[in-house]
């Protein structure tokens, strides 16, 4: 469903696994900061409404959406998180430059995700103008933030639950 449709902060706060014993990597694009930002703190309000310790959150950033996948790499491997959200925004311009780094990002991420067996999360946002992005990003269609949030929670309590369901003795 198209976010026009529908509010990206909208969710079912009770299906939400506890996030008390998760680590979570951030990597945000300083590249429209003024829109990432709120990502950013969509995202981590989320996060620790759902009992993610401060502590256990990593921030990072790099220069551009281009850059998170990087980024998202080695925040993994610095701190070994249960799930790394990538925040940015790639705005359309006058050129399709936004068509290249949105795929090579989302590609990327899913790649990542694919070999290090966790989730990489696409919390990137591709509007095609700057009142789009706002509308986004904690505007008329919520925040992108809390969407990625919430995505990287339920992914971490589905693979921690077939995690788990791997350790039983028996039949399967």
């Known amino acids: 469903m198209a976010s026009e449709h529908k509010n990206l902060s909208e969710y079912q706060p009770d ?34 409404e759902h009992g993610v310790p401060q502590e256990q959150i ?11 996948p990087l980024g998202a790499s080695l925040v993994d ?14 705005i359309k311009g006058s050129t399709s430059h936004n ?33 789009q992005a706002e509308e986004r990003a904690g505007g008329a269609h919520g925040n992108k933030g809390v969407e990625a949030a919430v995505t990287a929670l339920e992914m971490i309590g589905l693979s921690k639950k077939l995690k788990e369901s791997e350790k039983t003795i028996g039949f399967k």
């Not at 990593?58 to 850059?67: D, I, L």
């Open 58 to 68: 990593f921030v990072e950033y790099v220069p551009g959406s281009y850059e998170l």
């Open 77 to 90: 491997q610095k701190h070994n998180p249960d799930a790394v959200i990538c925040l940015g925004c790639v």
């Open 99 to 131: 068509e290249y780094i949105n795929q090579s990002v989302a590609s990327s991420l899913m790649q990542l995700g694919l070999v290090r067996r966790k989730p990489f999360i696409f919390g990137v946002l591709t509007p095609n103008n700057q009142e």
């Open 15 to 48: 299906q939400i696994p506890d996030g008390k014993l998760f680590k979570v990597g951030i990597v945000v694009a300083k590249w429209n900061s003024q829109i990432t930002d709120q990502l950013l703190q969509g995202c981590k309000a989320t996060l620790t």
